[in-house]
């Protein structure tokens, strides 16, 4: 098979959460590990850092590989999903893994996959790790899939932890509560493993507590420390955050979820420092300054084109769209345009209860099954006092919105990840 052939084999193969939803999900570490034992454990092969978290750990996986690109370590990447390549999935130092492994890896171990019959994201795993460890990375930015004590990333051994936020998302999966919730993340602290939580409340924090104690695991809470004294947007909408190591550092990523996201990584920084880790101040800033240069990084707080600007950006539950909407409205604009779509699995009513009523909204359908009805999503969004027309796909409603706006209008684009994927597609096409 050639790598199109491959990708189609996969796809058809292994159940994919992404496209499919909770029906791709498979609990249990049972296939993970036949895998790694098949393959001969690669992951015990490198270095790791394990990076959870409801909301903002992409980001943070984005932004310390980033760094240590720039600290001369030989840095491998794992995140998920794609927007619009799969093997964006698995990087070296900002370049994804050749077609040819991909398709290599396939006919090696066909046969047993057929036998196990893995989900997509544990077979996805198991390459990234064969391809890391083959590559000899120095160290790998491991980001967990989908909770955390059940992943299959959750194998690993990784020298630090991270867990960004704890917010209501997959509660199908993890469960309906907080507490709940904050377990199955919890579940990737590791063994006398230094473990940064970003952001808690009483009732997760409780619950982390109790998980890195049992574990003797050094545990710190980057909001609850003065790791950033102050931050602000400049003109071209990227940070400036003062730090006492980092006077002025300059953060890429404009959303404003990413002061939080900013402290998480410089708390981790200090850790990985205490451990042996070899990183200056400079690839700190550089690391920082540089994240879409050095990682191919896409679809956070994006801003593409003028008159009008063009926004897109990935949050898609009110964890992370509350920031986007405060981001929104510190903005100056004649007329601010909505394409908006979701998946069928989120809590819609309370994502639709947090977005302006004064926008012109575009509803659409993403290009995959789970994607919600664009028509059932404005009849709902309707009863929020939320106006706007239907539309069957993100180009129709990305044309409307831009024939609609004036150069002083903004137009944005997300509520889901797979309709920014649409989105980035359809500006990479040519004219």
Known sequence: MNYKETLEYLYKMAPMFQQMGSTAYKTGLENTLSIASHTNNPHLLFHSIHVGGTNGKGSISHILSSIFKQSGYKTGLYTSPHLRNFRERVKIDGEMMPEQFMVDFVAEHKLFFEKIQPSFFELTTAMAFQYFAQEQVDIAIIEVGLGGRLDCTNIIKPDLCIISNISFDHTDILGNSIQEIAQEKAGII???TPIIIGESDPLSEAVFRRKAESENAPIRFADKENIIQSALL???GQWIFENQTYPNLLGQLGGLV???NAASVLCAIEELIKIGYKIS?????????KVVENTGLQGRWQQI?????IIVDTAHNVGGLKYVVQQLQGYTYANLHIVFGMVNDKDISSVLDLLPKDAIYYFAKADIPRALDHEQLRLQAASFGLI??????VKAAVFAAKSKASKNDIIFVGGSTFVVADFLELVSAPS
């Open 190 to 192: 590791k063994k006398e």
């Open 388 to 393: 706007g027309d239907s539309f069957s796909s």
């Open 305 to 309: 084109g003028s008159k009008p600007r």
């Open 281 to 289: 101040p400079y690839a700190v800033c550089e690391g920082f300054a």
């Open 258 to 260: 990413q002061q939080k």
């Open 234 to 236: 400049n003109k071209e």
